[in-house]
């Protein structure tokens, strides 16, 4: 969430930002509604002056003997129009706050500006992809073929966009988490979380899901809980309406868990093997900075991401996204794509954004400095890896001419000495 002194007083600076992000918001509609919000207050607090006033003047001519029934009709007159205004007052208000919660987060200076994807900026190429003798695969037709991954039967236990994991597939996805895991608590100083896979309504709305993306989202019929989309929902919000101490930043969780999105608006989008999932696990990465800190940090999480390639051997691309991808919460956000042979390209795999103070403001997170008042601290959150994304790039850069899968070494030791897949 942005500032409301910010808008109030620089609504030129919004103005631009949107424009930059290609929204259809505009600020000419907040100051319309913010300046009714501040004549319905003003008008309130002449009102209550007034009977204050008034009923010292009763007490006044009570005290004579004087009579005070026409000061009483009027106080009840004032009173019942102090009534009204306080319902219109309630309702600008919530009028002014639904406004401020469709806000995506201000772009940093640093963002190039653009209108879509297309005009994203590379930053850095890494790894050299492999040259096959005969055309590569397709990673869900090799998963099928080495009996790893069943299509058919999780279409029929529940639908599309599933799958069904087995035998070195299964393990593979197990391996992955832990590998991930170990490299983040072990060498790069994150607690790990095993936070609830279902969250509530203030939960969601506190990293920006909520209300602006509720259709993306699996919502329980019975409880206003919804199902996860990624863990920076839950850990992100571990701190909310917490302060924290200066000394206590930075900070930085990481979490394996499920992820689950209906992937609405993306219908004939990736159909065919496992890229585009409403069932994925993930290992996210959450970092709590210091606002003179924070894009320090973001380059720090976006390391870990690309460590995690390099050492799986896997062709990669950084790219800083420009204002019209941007992220609704993300003020700057790098895209890290691993290469992809078999659809000859760069596809995502990890997100890694500064969300500045826009979720701590949402979700009251704050930090008390050495001296002064306390104040907002800054979010970041990056993936770290999905399993599901990793295995389709393992599967398409390391298969054999023989239909074989060679695995990434760094693997080895969480497949128990497996090295080779071999077709079934």
């Not at 900026?121 to 096959?132: A, I, K, M, N, T």
């Not at 023989?402 to 990434?408: A, I, N, Q, T």
């Amino acid at each position: 969430m942005i500032d409301l002194k910010l808008v109030q007083k620089q609504p030129e600076l919004l103005g631009r930002a949107l424009a930059n992000r290609h929204s259809d918001l505009n600020v000419d509609d907040f100051l319309r509604l913010d300046a009714r919000r501040r004549e319905l207050l003003t008008e309130v607090e002449s009102l209550k002056n007034r009977r204050n006033a008034a009923s010292a003047e009763v007490a006044a001519q009570k005290r004579k003997g004087e009579s005070a029934s026409d000061l009483l009709m009027e106080l009840g007159r004032v009173a019942e129009r102090i009534k009204q205004l306080d319902g219109e007052t309630a309702k600008a208000k919530a009028d002014v706050e639904a406004w401020l919660m469709r806000v995506p987060n201000l772009p940093d200076a640093s963002v190039p500006v653009g209108r879509d994807e297309t005009e994203n900026v590379e930053v850095c190429r890494v790894g050299e992809p492999r040259d096959f003798d005969t055309p590569p695969l397709e990673h869900g037709a090799l998963g099928v073929a080495l009996g790893g991954f069943d299509f058919e039967r999780a279409a029929r236990l529940t639908g599309s966009r599933f799958v069904v994991e087995l035998n070195w597939a299964a393990r593979l996805d197990r391996a992955l988490v832990n590998f991930f895991l170990d490299q983040h608590t072990r060498h790069e100083g994150y607690i790990e979380v095993c936070p609830p896979y279902m969250v509530n309504r203030a939960t969601m709305t506190g990293t920006g899901q909520l209300p602006k993306f509720e259709e993306d989202l699996f919502k329980l019929r019975e409880a206003d809980y919804y199902l996860i989309p990624t863990a920076e929902v839950p850990l992100t919000n571990l701190h909310a309406g917490e302060t924290l101490d200066e000394t206590d930043l930075p900070r930085a969780y990481c979490a394996a868990t499920p992820c689950f999105r209906s992937e609405a608006g993306s219908a004939g989008k990736d159909t065919r093997g496992i890229i585009r999932m409403h069932q994925f696990t993930k290992v996210e990465m959450v970092r709590f900075a210091h606002p003179d800190d924070s894009y320090n940090q973001l380059e720090i999480m976006l390391g870990h991401a690309c460590h995690l390639l390099e050492l799986l051997e896997l062709p990669y691309r950084v790219i800083t996204l420009c204002t019209g991808d941007l992220g609704f919460s993300a003020a700057k956000t790098y895209d890290v794509e691993v290469w992809m042979p078999a659809q000859k390209t760069y596809r995502e795999i990890s997100s890694c954004s500064n969300c500045t103070d826009f979720q701590a403001r949402r979700a009251n997170i704050r930090f008390k400095p050495k001296t002064g008042k306390a104040t907002w601290l800054h979010t970041l959150n990056g993936s770290g890896l999905p399993t599901g994304r990793t295995m389709a790039a393992i599967l398409e850069n390391c298969q054999q001419k023989d239909g074989s899968l060679v695995l990434p070494k760094a693997l080895i030791t969480y497949m128990d000495g497996v090295e080779i897949i071999e077709p079934k």
